[in-house]
């Protein structure tokens, strides 16, 4: 496969993905912002959601103030924020029109359709008057996406490639909300027992992993072991382990005479969680396990570019 398209494809999926979590993170945080708190513990909310993406600094630079609809004017309709809702599936469609012969015409319909749609719910009124029902179409139709796309192309290298992209961003949206949220919640003033369970909830709402948490521990909500289903459990679709099991093996798929390095990168960083406990971690501290793992991933990214998807130099 050409360089070009597979650059195309790993990102139509990293921007599907990446809308999706935004989405998923500013839904969370609007039914956090709904519970008894002080206005700076809800400035504070926001702004870790700003912090997750690393937009605090552009968005003081836009605004120069707190707003709430503010934050969702700039995380999802703002065309110069690269990580908003808008500017995502916009990319997304882009890359996905660059390749329409690679894919089959229900991937490519799904993304032409989503950007489509898209453009008349943001010039409606829906984000002001009912967000959350705008995020679950987001979240809706990037399943579709990825269902629309395992369900109808050959399982060849550009499938592998799409999974890649997709799995890459995860792992990083995953780690970075549980970095933010785990330090948000060990910063929060008084009264933090009482609404931890609320707390951690919401975290583990953002993730779809409420439910599963129930299931695994059939007991109260505690922060060591959200921190540890989030990253140790292979079985929870949207934890580290899980996504960079699925790396580690689309990488396999996609092998090639330069990526033995790339694939050794991974399988290290694949082997860390997979042998990890999180009483080591926690005793290593969260926030500097987290933090070298997004490091990891940022060089991962940029091996998969280097021997996949940049043409080599003549």
């Given at each position: 496969?050409?360089?070009?398209?597979?650059?195309?494809?790993?990102?139509?999926?990293?921007y599907t993905e990446r809308a999706e979590n935004t989405a998923r993170m500013l839904d969370v945080n609007m039914q956090t912002a709904m519970l008894p708190q002080s206005e700076a513990d809800a400035e504070?909310?926001?702004?870790?959601?700003?912090?997750?993406?690393?937009?605090?600094?552009?968005?003081?630079?836009?605004?120069?103030?707190?707003?709430?609809?503010?934050?969702?004017?700039?995380?999802?309709?703002?065309?110069?924020?690269?990580?908003?809702?808008?500017?995502?599936?916009?990319?997304?469609?882009?890359?996905?029109?660059?390749?329409?012969?690679?894919?089959?015409?229900?991937?490519?319909?799904?993304?032409?359709?989503?950007?489509?749609?898209?453009?008349?719910?943001?010039?409606?009124?829906?984000?002001?008057?009912?967000?959350?029902?705008?995020?679950?179409?987001?979240?809706?139709?990037?399943?579709?996406?990825?269902?629309?796309?395992?369900?109808?192309?050959?399982?060849?290298?550009?499938?592998?490639?799409?999974?890649?992209?997709?799995?890459?961003?995860?792992?990083?949206?995953?780690?970075?909300?549980?970095?933010?949220?785990?330090?948000?919640?060990?910063?929060?003033?008084?009264?933090?027992?009482?609404?931890?369970?609320y707390y951690w909830a919401a975290l583990l709402r953002s993730v779809s992993g409420f439910e599963i948490y129930r299931k695994v521990y059939r007991d109260v909500i505690t922060p060591e072991r959200v921190?540890?289903?989030?990253?140790?459990?292979?079985?929870?679709?949207?934890?580290?382990?899980?996504?960079?099991?699925?790396?580690?093996?689309?990488?396999?798929?996609?092998?090639?005479?330069?990526?033995?390095?790339?694939?050794?990168?991974?399988?290290?960083?694949?082997?860390?969680?997979?042998?990890?406990?999180?009483?080591?971690?926690?005793?290593?501290?969260?926030?500097?396990?987290?933090?070298?793992?997004?490091?990891?991933?940022?060089?991962?990214?940029?091996?998969?570019?280097?021997?996949?998807?940049?043409?080599?130099?003549?």
């Amino acid at each position: 496969m050409l360089s070009r398209t597979a650059d195309h494809l790993f990102w139509m999926a990293r921007y599907t993905e990446r809308a999706e979590n935004t989405a998923r993170m500013l839904d969370v945080n609007m039914q956090t912002a709904m519970l008894p708190q002080s206005e700076a513990d809800a400035e504070q909310g926001w702004r870790a959601t700003l912090g997750i993406s690393e937009l605090q600094s552009a968005y003081d630079e836009k605004y120069g103030r707190f707003h709430t609809q503010d934050v969702l004017d700039f995380m999802v309709r703002d065309p110069h924020n690269p990580s908003s809702i808008m500017a995502c599936l916009t990319a997304a469609r882009e890359n996905a029109r660059a390749v329409r012969g690679t894919l089959t015409t229900e991937v490519w319909e799904i993304q032409n359709a989503t950007w489509l749609d898209m453009q008349k719910r943001l010039k409606s009124n829906l984000l002001e008057s009912d967000p959350s029902q705008f995020f679950e179409w987001v979240k809706y139709r990037s399943h579709l996406s990825r269902g629309v796309t395992l369900g109808t192309m050959l399982k060849d290298e550009a499938i592998h490639f799409i999974r890649l992209g997709t799995f890459l961003e995860r792992a990083d949206n995953t780690a970075r909300i549980l970095d933010v949220k785990f330090h948000g919640a060990r910063d929060a003033a008084k009264d933090v027992q009482q609404r931890d369970f609320y707390y951690w909830a919401a975290l583990l709402r953002s993730v779809s992993g409420f439910e599963i948490y129930r299931k695994v521990y059939r007991d109260v909500i505690t922060p060591e072991r959200v921190a540890e289903l989030l990253m140790l459990r292979g079985d929870m679709p949207r934890s580290l382990l899980a996504c960079m099991e699925d790396v580690v093996d689309n990488l396999r798929q996609l092998r090639n005479d330069v990526s033995a390095d790339t694939e050794r990168f991974a399988g290290k960083l694949h082997a860390q969680l997979k042998f990890g406990h999180i009483d080591d971690i926690m005793k290593a501290g969260l926030h500097r396990t987290l933090t070298e793992f997004l490091e990891s991933i940022y060089e991962l990214g940029n091996r998969v570019s280097r021997d996949f998807l940049v043409p080599l130099a003549a």
